[in-house]
């Protein structure tokens, strides 16, 4: 069952699929005042599973992502769902541009990967994210600014992996308060579980760390 809620979501292979980085970042969107008056942006949207739970709680909702499949997936989604979602393909805040939101919520690729290019294809799209993981993180701290209105809020996950400490200084240096709202550890998924020697010789790993990693949400608003 998918995790929008109502009716299984559809992710079609090369789709990333809802897992435990999509339901914490959903608790969070749960605690933000949500309703018809807010307009809502979904950075890398996937399945749709976020904009879905967005729209179901009144939301105007745009969803983006780089991805094709991913965008006809979301579309799809959303009209099983019978929700209203603006699907845009693009990268990440350019689909939107001169656009402002309320509230900006991102599940990135955030996966340290040995290569270093990124991949250009699915389903390594989805997460791969550079050699610290922080290529995608990184730009959304940097775009979120120009898509928030005023007192708008950004949530973000990401793996602790690629550093929580430095994700809150760069929002800072966009003009942000930041603060991590929720946690949560989660066994090594085959990804994370073929590289954990490369990740160990990286120095993201240490003994009592090695076959679990941690989930972050940080909420971030403008001072």
């Known amino acids: 069952m998918g995790m929008s809620g109502e009716i299984p979501l559809i992710t079609p292979p090369g789709v990333y699929a809802p897992q435990q980085d999509t339901e914490l970042l959903m608790h969070a969107l749960a605690r933000e005042r949500v309703g018809p008056s807010t307009d809502v942006l979904d950075l890398g949207t996937g399945s ?57 919520v991102s599940n990135p690729p955030y996966v340290p990967s040995p290569a270093l290019r990124l991949p250009s294809r699915s389903p390594e799209r989805a997460w791969d994210a550079g050699p610290d993981g922080r290529v995608f993180v990184n730009r959304v701290c940097d775009e979120a600014p120009a898509a928030l209105r005023a007192g708008g809020v950004l949530l973000l996950v990401h793996s602790a992996l690629c550093g929580t400490r430095p994700t809150l200084r760069r929002l800072a240096r966009s003009g942000f308060e930041a603060t991590v709202t929720d946690r949560a550890f989660v066994p090594f998924g085959p990804v994370l579980s073929s590289r954990r020697t490369w990740l160990r010789r990286q120095g993201l790993l240490t003994d009592e760390n090695d076959d679990r990693e941690e989930l972050v949400v940080i909420r971030a608003w403008q001072s």
Not at 55 to 80: F, S
Request: hydrophobic share 55%; proline share 0%.
């Open 48 to 104: 749709g599973a976020l904009a879905l739970r967005a729209a179901r709680l009144g939301a105007r909702v745009t969803a983006v992502d780089i991805d094709w499949r991913a965008v006809l997936t979301t579309r799809l989604n959303a009209l099983l769902a019978r929700r209203r979602v603006i699907v845009r393909h693009g990268d990440l805040t350019a689909a939107v541009h001169g656009r402002t939101y309320d509230l900006v």
